[in-house]
């Protein structure tokens, strides 16, 4: 048996061999923005381990074994297992609404006694998976048809329509704009989406006034009106902005933020994180981030682009979206380009559930990366 035929089967690969797969390009700056989220949690804890750089290392340490189990196992048995992963995302997303823990005025996460986790984050993975699967073996006339788009449109919209109940707005739209644009990447016919935006548009009054809470539209209209209730609605974003700006080109020095040292910063270990790094670290901090999730972006396209097999490509532009997404929607929310929504730091934001979620992502990307010249089929064989 030759080397080639070796390396395309993956149950005779060798460690060593996926490793030589291995993007280290992907991996090496996941790892260094893992290190900023423990330098800016100790520092988010008044100097202290306690309470966030701590626990939230020992969630790190889980997601590394998260993230070897996706890389490194059969890339068949992700393929076999995608609709049950979904289902079982999806159910504990249906248990949130009868049994979930509330906390900040939202009902969304499960206490499982040990642990809260927020199942709207893992979902977005799940959904990433059973997209991929769904997708992958349809020719080009199967995808040009528009029936074949509504069992994926309703394993996201059902869903969708959940989350939002729970409020969590933020993440509810992270995966409307996930399988937009998985549609989008497999083929989708153009016009579908200028008929989608146009349907929202004219949607727009009716989801104004009998879809969103009464402090998301106090959001939307401080977005529109920064001075409006700066004191209520406004109070988070001015504070952020008054951080952010206030760390100039080099930031003020290591926990010397005075907004956020002092707490006028709310959410600075979650939600908020970004406008800490900006305050101690100043641009400079924030453009050395940006650049280590704008070369993660690049690595995850690059990976995609170069797999032979469909599924994989689709899970890593999937996983590329939700990374994206991630980042893209926090910064513009806390630098007032956005309304406010609670949509994390990705690798940043003080939390289990996103983390692992994201983990299971790279490994995922990382297995397709491994498996690239492996042919698949859609029963995983």
């Given amino acids: 048996m030759t080397r080639q035929t070796r390396v ?9 061999e ?7 390009s992907m991996f090496v700056p996941m790892c260094l923005i893992l290190i900023i989220s423990e330098v800016i949690l100790y520092s988010a804890g008044g100097g202290s381990w306690n309470p966030f750089a701590l626990p939230q290392l020992f969630k790190i340490i889980l997601g590394f074994i998260v993230f070897g189990v996706a890389a490194f196992s059969n890339i068949k048995f992700w393929i076999k297992s995608a609709y049950l992963i979904y289902i079982v995302a999806f159910i504990l997303i249906v248990l949130v609404t009868f049994v979930g823990h509330t906390g900040m005025g939202a009902q969304r996460w499960l206490n499982l006694g040990f642990i809260h986790i927020q199942p709207s984050e ?8 059973v997209l991929a699967r769904y997708f992958a073996w349809m020719n080009s006339v199967e995808l040009s048809k528009f029936r074949n788009y509504i069992v994926p449109t309703l394993l996201m919209l059902v869903p969708f329509g959940l989350i939002v109940m729970q409020p969590d707005l933020g993440t509810a ?4 704009m996930i399988t937009g644009g998985m549609f989008f990447i497999v083929g989708a016919n153009r016009k579908w989406f200028a008929i989608g935006g146009i349907l929202l548009v004219l949607a727009a009054p009716a989801i104004w006034f009998g879809g969103l809470h009464q402090y998301q539209r106090e959001r939307i209209i401080t977005f529109i009106n920064p001075d409006h ?56 901090g924030a453009f050395v981030l940006l650049i280590l999730y704008s070369i993660i972006v690049v690595a995850l396209f690059w990976t995609a682009k170069i797999c032979k097999n469909r599924f994989g490509q689709l899970v890593c532009f999937g996983f590329m979206l939700n990374f994206f997404i991630y980042y893209f929607i926090n910064i513009s929310m806390v630098l007032g380009l956005a309304p406010t929504v609670g949509v994390p730091l ?21 297995n ?6 492996q042919q698949l089929s859609a029963k995983g064989s």
């Fill in 18 to 24: 996926k490793l030589n797969r291995f993007s280290w």
């Fill in 122 to 129: 893992i979902f977005k993975m799940a959904l990433v998976l």
């Fill in 368 to 373: 397709a990366r491994i498996h690239k010249d």
């Fill in 229 to 284: 209730d700066a004191q209520g609605a406004g109070y988070q974003i001015n504070q952020a902005k008054i951080a952010f700006g206030s760390g100039g080109m080099i930031g003020k020095g290591y926990m010397n933020g005075s907004q956020s040292q002092q707490s006028f910063l709310p959410e600075k270990q979650t939600d908020f994180i970004f406008t800490m790094l900006g305050e101690e670290f100043g641009f400079f």
């Fill in 173 to 176: 739209i992270s995966i409307a």
């Fill in 8 to 16: 395309s089967n993956a149950n005779m690969m060798t460690f060593s």
């Fill in 346 to 366: 990705p690798l940043m934001s003080f939390g289990g559930s996103s983390l692992l979620s994201l983990m299971f992502g790279f490994g995922l990307s990382q």
